[in-house]
Nanobody
Framework: QVQLVESGGGLVQAGGSLRLSCAAS????????MAWFRQAPGKEEEFVARINWSGESSGYANSVKGRFTISRDNAQNTLYLQMNSLKPEDTAVYTC??????????????????WGQGTQVTVSS
């Protein structure tokens, strides 16, 4: 069974930066789109960023455009999210996910087959 493990979360002051990583371990699998979602207390999961299988196509929620950058390194089986200019409203549990299905939007929770456990990002004002 493949496992996704996030790391890099923590407490950061507003305006600071964090780089999240999502490493896949275990059995190899077919990975097409990967994405980051986040969930703040009392709220539903929110799409943050997506990337296709090759890393050549990416997309972002409007709230993070220009501040966050998603990337992937398939040779290292790792997904990244570089977060700059962090704001208190970015505070949430960030979770990575991947899908074995091709031609998905990469933005919808139900498209994804495998999820990590999440990593907490807290941005202080």
């Amino acid at each position: 069974q493949v496992q996704l493990v996030e790391s890099g979360g923590g407490l950061v002051q507003a305006g600071g930066s964090l780089r999240l990583s999502c490493a896949a371990s275990g059995r190899t699998f077919s990975s097409y789109a990967m994405a980051w979602f986040r969930q703040a207390p009392g709220k539903e999961e929110e799409f943050v960023a997506r990337i296709n299988w090759s890393g050549e196509s990416s997309g972002y929620a409007n709230s993070v455009k220009g501040r966050f950058t998603i990337s992937r390194d398939n040779a290292q089986n790792t997904l990244y999210l570089q977060m700059n200019s962090l704001k208190p409203e970015d505070t949430a549990v960030y979770t990575c996910a991947t899908t074995s299905k091709p031609w998905t939007s990469g933005r919808i929770v139900g498209e994804f087959d495998l999820w990590g456990q999440g990593t907490q990002v807290t941005v202080s004002s």
